[in-house]
């Protein structure tokens, strides 16, 4: 069953009329692997956008073709398996680094960090490491960590797809339908109330219970697309900085990443189970009740 009517499904299941939930569909091509070529009518070659930025995106109906020469975020190429996180060449111009760029007040000598740099905790504890040009919010940025050494752990334990695998990602929602593709991961952009009736219907199938393993950082690479891919299991996650204010993600929105396989349960689930969890009685679920 294609991804376009499992979602239907699951949103047919969940019993609110007029229900709308952002879906983004996940593919992500190896090295070996053959990329479609009409998936190369979606391959932006004058921007760069980050993950979250795509994510977003593709869940409102554009696809998306991510590559080395289009991603907009170091940290997302190396947590999908682009690039190389000991590489300590730089992407160029890109959206996340431009940020850096226009604050540094020196942009004519701004050189962009690596993802060495990244993996060493270098950009993510700037103000400890000295680096006031890999900095996002001026003079007083005290960074994302206290120090390079924290930055470093907390880097450690971010899942990603390395030694570096991955020629493209492509993003999709329930709209594409130029070819046919079986995403490796599917996100759902879910307020606390969706979220709830998501997992009363996998655990209805399973019995499982899902663990939330999230960070401050790399929310949407890292946590809702690499370590459901790398894992095999659904994990959970607040939506990261970078989310929040490059992509503009709502306040009221958390991700919730889904392996295909675990999916199609969901959706199973969801109908099986609907007498047990009235959704549409849970207070919000219809909106403005």
């Not at 490796?184 to 219970?209: C, H, K, N």
């Not at 993600?249 to 007498?275: L, N, Q």
């Amino acid at each position: 069953m294609n991804v376009a009517t499992l979602h239907e499904r699951l949103i047919e299941a969940m019993g609110v009329p007029g229900l709308s939930i952002p879906m983004t569909a996940v593919k992500i091509y190896s090295d070996d692997d053959a990329i479609p070529e009409a998936l190369f009518d979606h391959h932006p070659d004058d921007i760069t956008l980050t993950s979250c930025q795509a994510v977003k995106q593709a869940g409102l109906g554009e696809a998306v073709l991510l590559t080395r020469k289009n991603i907009g975020c170091i940290a997302a190429a190396i947590s999908l398996g682009i690039v190389d996180q000991t590489e300590e060449g730089n992407l160029g111009s890109t959206v996340y680094t431009d940020i850096m760029k226009e604050q540094s007040g020196n942009a004519g000598d701004f050189t962009p960090p690596s993802p060495k740099e990244f993996t060493d905790g270098i950009v993510y504890a700037c103000s400890d490491a000295n680096r006031p040009d890999f900095a996002l919010f001026g003079s007083d940025d005290s960074g994302r960590y206290k120090d390079v050494a924290t930055a470093k752990k907390a880097v450690s334990e971010m899942m990603a797809i390395q030694p570096a695998t991955t020629k493209a990602i492509f993003l999709f929602s329930e709209e594409f339908c130029d070819i046919e593709i079986t995403p490796d991961v599917v996100i759902y952009s879910v307020r606390p109330v969706e979220l709830t009736r998501m997992i009363q219907a996998y655990q209805f199938m399973t019995g499982e219970r899902i663990e939330a393993n999230m960070g401050p950082v790399r929310m949407v690479n890292s946590d809702l697309i690499a370590r459901p891919y790398l894992t095999g299991k659904i994990n959970v996650s607040t939506y990261c900085l970078g989310a929040r204010l490059i992509a503009r993600y709502e306040s009221d929105r958390m991700g919730i990443g889904i392996p295909f396989k675990a999916y199609e349960t969901m959706v199973e689930g969801m109908s099986a189970s609907r007498t047990g969890y009235p959704f549409q009685l849970y207070p919000g679920a219809v909106k403005n009740r």
